[in-house]
């Protein structure tokens, strides 16, 4: 069965931090490149991490880089995103997401994903 689910969004202050994780299948977990990206309101999905293997390689955005790391547990399933340094521009739902792996396309392009989470708000107070 092919199934993402996230968890740990909420509310933090700016500058503040939070750890997103979403847990995969192990067919998902096995088959997929994973990765977060996120639809503020009034705006189109954006990526903002992937990670192909255990070990990587990571792609990030540029809002991303520094602030944000991703990664993988390979006993767990799951996929992990640890923010720091949040912005009020951080604010939207982020999405666990998954490419097949092998398949042509760009980590960064959300619409080269082709499984899909429910989706976690998180939300930055200024």
């Known amino acids: 069965q092919l199934q993402l689910v996230e968890s740990g969004g909420g509310l933090v202050q700016d500058g503040g931090s939070l750890r997103l994780s979403c847990a995969a299948s192990?067919?998902?977990?096995?088959?997929?490149?994973l990765g977060w990206l996120r639809q503020a309101p009034g705006k189109e999905r954006e990526f903002v991490a992937a990670?192909?293997?255990?070990?990587?390689?990571?792609y990030y955005a540029d809002s991303a880089k520094g602030r944000f790391a991703i990664s993988r547990d390979a006993v767990k399933h799951t996929v992990n995103l640890e923010m720091n340094s949040l912005r009020p521009e951080d604010t939207a739902i982020y999405y666990c997401?998954?490419?097949?792996?092998?398949?042509?396309?760009?980590?960064?392009?959300?619409?080269?994903?082709?499984?899909w989470g429910q989706g976690t708000q998180v939300t930055v107070s200024s």
């Open positions: 997401a998954g490419r097949r792996l092998g398949v042509s396309g760009s980590y960064y392009n959300p619409k080269d994903y082709d499984l």
């Open positions: 192990e067919q998902t977990f096995n088959t997929y490149a």
């Open positions: 990670i192909v293997w255990n070990s990587g390689p990571t």
